[in-house]
Structure formats: C-alpha cells, structure tokens
C-alpha cells in the first residue's frame, strides 16, 4: 500500500501497553486518512454517549498518504477526538515535525487510550515505543516543556504537548508545538490532560513509501515552484494571514465589541501592515515554503501573530494596541488554549458587563481593558476564581448567567473571525461546519463578499459545499496545509497528480469530493449518536447576527433573515442529500458506503 505506511500506533494508557495494528487497505480508500480516519475509527470505537473527559474517549492523531512528503506543505497532523466542549465531533489541524517524524517512524496515525495513573509522555523513536514519567513537567507552560523535553531526546525529536489549560481540564485547550503552532480548537488538549498525558514526543528516520518516487519528487519541485512564484507570494510573505485585517475592516466582517459591530476604529493600528512594522522573525510549519509565522514582541518575550489572534483578542475586545493584543496571543500560546474561544468568553463578559450582568460575573470589566483581560486569560488557564466560569466556553457561561442573545458559538464551538450579520453564505458556513463554527471548513466569505452580498441562492448553498468538499475531502485528508491554495493559488490540478505518484492510485477530484461526502455524512451520524436527538436548529448561527443590526459603518442596518436563512439551510440539505432536520437519508448513507451506519441511527433516519 504505497503512500500509507500501513500501520496505526495504539498506546493505551490505563494498561501501559502498546500495539501496532494494520490499517485497513479498504478504510485507507474509503477514507483516504486525517479527518477520515479519525472520525471512522471514533464512531466504530466509541461508547455512545461517552464524557469526553473520561478514559474511554480517544485521542487520535492522524497523518494522511501525503503528510511527511516534500511539496507543497505537508508538515501537518489533525487531531481529533469527541469533543469536551460540543459533545460531537472535534478536530484541528496542527503543523509540527511529529506530523513528519510520525510518517517516518512508520506509522499513519497514532491512537492514545485510557488514562495514566499519574502525568506521563509518550515517547516514540522508530518502532521502540515508552511511556514516560512526566512528573517533573506537568504544570510547566507548553514552550518550556518542549524545550525540556528536546534537551533530553534531542532536537531531531518532536514534540507536541499540553500546557496548564489541557491539565485542567479548560474545554478550549488546545495542543502546541513548536511554540507557535495550536490545534484541536474544541479542546483536543483538555482531553489529552484529561489522560494524564503531558506530551508526545516522535523521532523517525524511516523512508515512506512511494509509488512513484522519481515521478513524486518531480512534482512536488514543480508544484512548489509554481507556487513560489505567484504573483500574490511576496505580499503573502511580508504579512501571512495578518493582511486580513485590513481586509475584513473593508468588508465589514472584522469582528468587533463581541461581534456586534463589523468594522474597528483604530484597525490601522493592529493589522498586516503594523505586524510588517514590528516583526523580529519568521518561522513556519515543516517542509512549508510559505512560512506564515511572524513573529514580533510582546511584553514578556516574542510570539507569533495570526490573522484570527488579532481579531479576537483585538478588536473583538475593543483593544487597539498590536503589541498587548500579542501578549495575550502570547498567554493563549504558552498555556495551551485556543486564543479564538478565549477572544470570545472575554468578550461575552465585557458584554455582559455592560449589559448590567456584573451581579452575575462578580465584577465589571469595560471594552478595551487590557489589563483585566490579561488576568482574565491567566485565570481562565488556572481556572482560579470566575476563571473557571470562563473555562467553560460560551455556551455554557450563557447557560449559567443569562445572554444566549450574544453568545457567539454554533453547537457550543464558538465563532472565528469573521462577522456575518451581512454575510449569509460564512453563516451557512459556520452553522454547518462539522467542528461547530470554525473557518476551516469553507471560507467561503473571500467569494461572497465579491458576489450578490445579501442574498440568500442556491449558489450560495452551493458554494459551502464544493468548499467543504475540498478542504474537508482532501486537505484534511492526504492531510497537508491548504493555504498554497487558498492563499497563494496553488492549482488544485497538482494533488491528484502528487496522490497518484505517492500510492498509484488514480484519484480525481470526484474521488476526493465522494470521500468528503462520506466523511461529512458520517461526522454528521456521530454528532446525532452523541446528542441522541436533532433539529435543525443546531444548524443555525447565532442569534446576535439576526436580532442585532450593524449600527454603523457602510453596512449600517444590515443583520440576517431568519426565513431566508432557512431558504438556504434548506437548499444546503438538498444539495447534502440529507433531510429537512439535517439528518443524511438512508439513500444518502447507502450510497456513500454507509449502510452500517444508517443500521446503528435506526429511529432517526428517513428513507
Ligand atoms: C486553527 C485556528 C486558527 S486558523 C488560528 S489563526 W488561522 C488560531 N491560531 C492560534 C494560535 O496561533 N495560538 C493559539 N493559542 N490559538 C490559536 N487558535 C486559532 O486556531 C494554523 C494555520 C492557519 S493560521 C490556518 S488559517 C490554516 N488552517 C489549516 C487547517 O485548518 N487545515 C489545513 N489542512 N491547513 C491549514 N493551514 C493553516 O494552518 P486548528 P496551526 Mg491549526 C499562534 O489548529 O485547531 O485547526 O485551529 O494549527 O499549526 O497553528 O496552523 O488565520
Ligand atoms: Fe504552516 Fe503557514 Fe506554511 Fe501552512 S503556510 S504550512 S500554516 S507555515
């Protein structure tokens, strides 16, 4: 099975026993790897209704045929698991040399299980496999584990871990590497502390095996120089995703005040062209050669900055000074936890506050208080004081102390940084996204703000789903980084033809877009298994974008239609194959090879 190394690493923590077992060769067609693999080995595996945070969840990081390849970008992991803050699905997608080094060391994905008595780290060098004492880390911020733990195996050795979020459980902890480096947006690191498991460190040396190595390695120098020289590369590597500012403030979709406005007053003084002014280094993913990590100071040290860092923990804040927004980005890195969830929480409290809520929170804190929204994202990690409120995410805060009206979250994921109170098509996007809302599965507003803006079509519906289908069906699959892409425009053409070389299999775009159909059917049965009941409601965006009109800017007035917005959501079902409730038909499960699956939803399934 060329390109697959044909092996899936299960380390089982409770038992401190590990076996390395054969990937099935009709599993790697089906579902190619990454995402697939996660979520087929979630739903054949999992006890129904099972805590997240209990030994029985399973952590998964999945490489795919592509992942460790030179090209363009495949230095990248998913990672996935149920999610402790949505109850369904989660996944994110990280860069990292144990993407690399797992590949190498022969393996496509490796399983963690159970929970350790005690903190550990697993550490894998080839095929010799142990789980360590990680006594002496746990508690340390995620940059100084790493820094630790590669004195000791050495800097050939990669290194992904948790920091003091994932140990205490904050449902929007994330994984970390490479200092810069954050995955698992809904809580992959609160689940890999709720193992007991502090780090995991990979060396591998081995080959991957290829198909067509001479043919592979002429593509992927060709494909890279394509890339490399776009007209939009050096603009690209002056400023990365950081350009976004600017542009969304023009759009009127940068998020602002808790999404309540879509447009920030001093947006000149935090954006692409501020982070060019500051920057101190560059860095990037693995085998990339479009490096996005820009780097610049903040007060205790320097950080890499993003498009979504700024967003959410800027404007979305009311903060308007680059270098303090980058110490918070710089708190969210080195404690392990998603820095768009926490621009969120902090914001739904500066919100609640000013709507008269203190009572509730226990205190006041105003737009543009930088100080107490550092304190905040301290106690949130430490979940000391209200901190452990905010740990909790949105959806449940609102639950707690009222304001389900500006709580920004879809399915309990809470929103990335665009605002859509004139953008129904990144709506649709967000409101049926597989994670909950996040960006990554079509972002599809670059389209639709060059396009009939307001309206509600067919197009739109269908533009949501041929995104979805490929960044879900094949980036989040043969598992590489999709901004060559999107970002620089990379021609799609280049990763049948790299697939082909790598496993000899003749895969075109129907074949990728069928696996992401099959995929999104089966998240889709996995997040009804977990609920245990569905509607379409859980398929809608926030209520804030409907209720809460634009108030100033050239978009003044603009908000969502309820109606037309279930216009849409209806014609998206269409397109999916699945029914007015959300819920794929039998004759849609049938036809993706999911018949099993129609078996075990019995009750909710339509013919
Ligand atoms: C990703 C999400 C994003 S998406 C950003 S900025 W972006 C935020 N970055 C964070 C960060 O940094 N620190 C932190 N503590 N939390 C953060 N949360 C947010 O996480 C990321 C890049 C980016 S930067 C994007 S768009 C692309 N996303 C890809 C994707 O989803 N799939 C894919 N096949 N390729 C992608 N390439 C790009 O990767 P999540 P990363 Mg990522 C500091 O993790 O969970 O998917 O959330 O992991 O290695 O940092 O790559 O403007
Ligand atoms: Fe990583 Fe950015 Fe390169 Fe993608 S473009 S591989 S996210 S450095």
């Not at 923590?13 to 790697?28: E, G, S, Y």
């Not at 399915?411 to 960006?439: N, Q, R, W």
């Not at 396009?451 to 043969?478: C, P, S």
Request: net charge neutral; charged share 25%.
């Amino acid at each position: 099975m060329p390109g697959w190394q044909g092996s899936i690493l299960r380390v089982n923590l409770t038992k401190r026993k590990w076996v390395v077992q054969r990937l099935d060769p009709a599993v790697a067609r089906d579902f190619i790897g990454g995402r697939g693999l996660a979520v087929k080995i979630l739903w054949d595996e999992l006890p129904p209704g099972v805590d997240p945070l209990s030994p029985h969840n399973k952590l998964i990081f999945a490489a795919g045929p592509l992942t460790g390849l030179p090209g363009p970008n495949f230095g990248k992991l998913v990672v996935a698991a149920k999610s402790p803050l949505t109850g369904g699905y989660g996944d994110g997608n990280i860069g990292s040399w144990a993407a690399v080094n797992l590949r190498k060391a022969g393996y496509d994905a490796l399983v963690v299980e159970g929970r350790a008595e005690r903190p550990v780290y697993i550490f894998i060098d080839g095929d010799k496999v142990e789980i360590l004492d990680a006594g002496d880390y746990w508690g340390l911020n995620a940059w100084a584990v790493e820094e630790k733990l590669q004195k000791i195996h050495g800097r050939d050795a990669a290194v992904v871990t948790i920091g003091p979020a994932g140990e205490n459980l904050v449902r929007f902890a994330t994984v970390v590497s490479h200092k810069g480096r954050s995955g698992g947006r809904p809580g992959m690191g609160a689940v890999m502390g709720s193992k007991n498991l502090k780090a995991v460190v990979v060396r591998g040396k081995g080959e991957i095996p290829l198909a067509d190595k001479a043919q592979y390695q002429k593509l992927a120098v060709e494909a890279v120089k394509e890339g490399s020289s776009s007209p939009s590369y050096s603009f690209w590597m002056r400023q990365g995703t950081n350009s976004t500012v600017e542009w969304a403030q023009e759009a009127s979709v940068l998020p602002t005040y808790n999404y309540t406005e879509g447009q920030f007053d001093e947006f000149n003084k935090i954006g692409g062209a501020m982070v060019e002014k500051l920057e101190t280094d560059l860095k990037a993913c693995p085998l990339c050669f479009m490096a996005c990590g820009h780097w610049i100071p903040a007060e205790s040290g320097t950080v890499e900055v993003d498009y979504e860092n700024i967003a959410m923990l800027g404007s979305n804040l009311g903060i308007g000074d680059l270098q303090k927004i980058a110490e918070l980005n710089r708190i969210a890195d080195t404690m392990g936890m998603d820095t768009i969830s926490l621009g969120n929480v902090i914001g739904f409290v500066m919100e609640a506050s000013e709507r008269g809520l203190e009572d509730k929170l226990g205190f006041v804190v105003e737009w543009g208080d930088y100080e107490a929204a550092r304190q905040l994202a301290y106690d949130t990690a430490y979940r000391r004081g209200v901190g452990d409120l905010l740990a909790e995410g949105v959806k449940r805060i609102s639950e707690r102390i009222g304001g389900e009206d500006f709580a920004i979250h879809v399915k309990g994921l809470e929103v990335s940084a665009y605002d859509c109170h004139a953008a129904p098509a990144m709506a649709l996007a967000y409101a049926t996204s597989p994670i909950g809302a996040h960006h990554k599965d079509a972002w599809v507003i670059s389209w639709e703000v060059k396009t009939d803006r307001m309206g509600y079509t067919r197009e739109k519906a269908a533009k949501v789903v041929e995104l979805q289908r490929i960044r879900g069906g094949w980036f989040e699959t043969f598992v590489g980084c999709r901004l060559p892409w999107v970002e620089v425009g990379l021609s799609l053409d280049w990763y049948p033809k790299l697939f082909k070389a790598a496993t000899g299999l003749d895969a075109t775009p129907d074949y990728f877009n069928e696996v992401g159909d099959r995929i999104y059917a089966l998240i889709r049965a996995f997040w009804i298994r977990e609920y245990g009941w569905w509607n379409r409601e859980m398929d809608t965006p926030p209520k804030k974008w409907f209720k809460q009109p634009l108030s100033r800017g050239p978009l003044k007035g603009a908000h969502l239609d309820y109606d037309s917005y279930n216009k849409l959501l209806d014609y998206y079902y269409e397109i999916r194959g699945w029914d007015a409730r959300g819920v794929p038909t039998q004759k849609t499960l049938e036809r993706l090879g999911l018949g099993y699956v129609a078996e075990q939803l019995g009750r909710f399934i339509e013919l």
